[in-house]
């Protein structure tokens, strides 16, 4: 596997990518085109002010160290915890509180209305806590039964 760049971290711990012709851009930024849907396809490397620098069409083809450093600076920027089970919830009306397990770890948050569950596509949810965390639910149809039943109580 050849790439036209080099990336590697400076001193600083930011990224620094080498292109073709030897000219280094210091503190480079991945950025998904599609971060749901196809979150490792068409990935955007820029500069900090959004001047694209290079393309990534899949992450898998690039060499091991490459992706290691554009995945570690993904998800360092990007917060969004997968809801794996919903355990509870404070009441059916908002605001309330729900207790979920996720991709990251058990935690509560607040609902404060309806609206702050939103469809992605026919299969998948982003929920909107009060703090503006997203928590994304990958496949509605597919999460667990006592999860399935609490959702459909706010879709």
Do not use: Y
């Not at 480079?28 to 599609?34: E, G, K």
């Not at 992706?67 to 360092?76: A, V, Y």
């Amino acid at each position: 596997m050849t790439t036209s760049f080099q990336l590697a971290r400076n001193s600083f711990r930011q990224l620094v990518l080498t292109d073709a012709n030897g000219v280094e851009h210091v503190d480079v930024r991945p950025v998904r085109a599609f971060p749901i849907q196809s979150p490792n396809d068409g990935i955007s490397l820029v500069k900090e002010n959004g001047a694209e620098l290079a393309w990534i069409d899949h992450l898998a083809d690039l060499p091991a160290a490459i992706r290691d450093l554009i995945t570690e600076e993904l998800e360092g920027r990007e917060f969004m915890p997968e809801i794996i089970k919903i355990v509870s919830v404070t009441s059916f009306a908002t605001p309330c509180t729900w207790h979920v397990q996720t991709d990251r770890g058990d935690t509560n948050f607040v609902l404060k209305g309806d609206e702050d569950i939103r469809r992605i596509g026919k299969d998948s949810l982003l929920i909107s806590d009060n703090h503006g965390i997203l928590f994304f639910v990958r496949n509605m149809f597919e999460i667990d039964k006592h999860s399935r039943k609490i959702l459909d109580r706010f879709l």
